[in-house]
């Protein structure tokens, strides 16, 4: 017997998909940030998975929005860093 739900990673695929058209009329270099988006929500595929939520749109905004949340706190640990080497007496 097979499943009878799509797996994350399908959906996602398939939401990919349905952007296709959007994404051709992007400029290159938006189109490769348009990716990367995607790259996010199949990131947290496990998690996604988990979810079964209903709308995979709001699993996979969800995701992309802990991706760069994550990229947020990642160069705001490094701005501090540079801070701190850059003036040592504060």
């Known amino acids: 017997?097979?499943?009878?739900?799509?797996?994350?990673?399908d959906l996602v695929q398939a939401m990919e998909e349905r952007?296709?058209?959007y994404r051709r009329t992007l400029r290159r270099d938006d189109q490769a940030a348009f990716d990367r988006l995607f790259e996010h929500a199949r990131?947290?595929?496990?998690?996604?998975g988990m979810q079964?939520?209903?709308?995979i749109e709001e699993t996979v905004l969800l995701s992309i929005v802990l991706e760069q949340q994550?990229?947020?706190?990642d160069l705001d640990d490094r701005l501090d860093h540079l801070e701190t080497d850059l003036n040592p007496d504060t």
């Open 70 to 73: 994550l990229l947020i706190d």
């Open 1 to 9: 017997m097979g499943r009878t739900n799509r797996t994350y990673r």
């Open 19 to 21: 952007w296709a058209a």
């Open 52 to 55: 079964n939520h209903p709308s």
């Open 43 to 48: 990131a947290h595929a496990d998690a996604g």
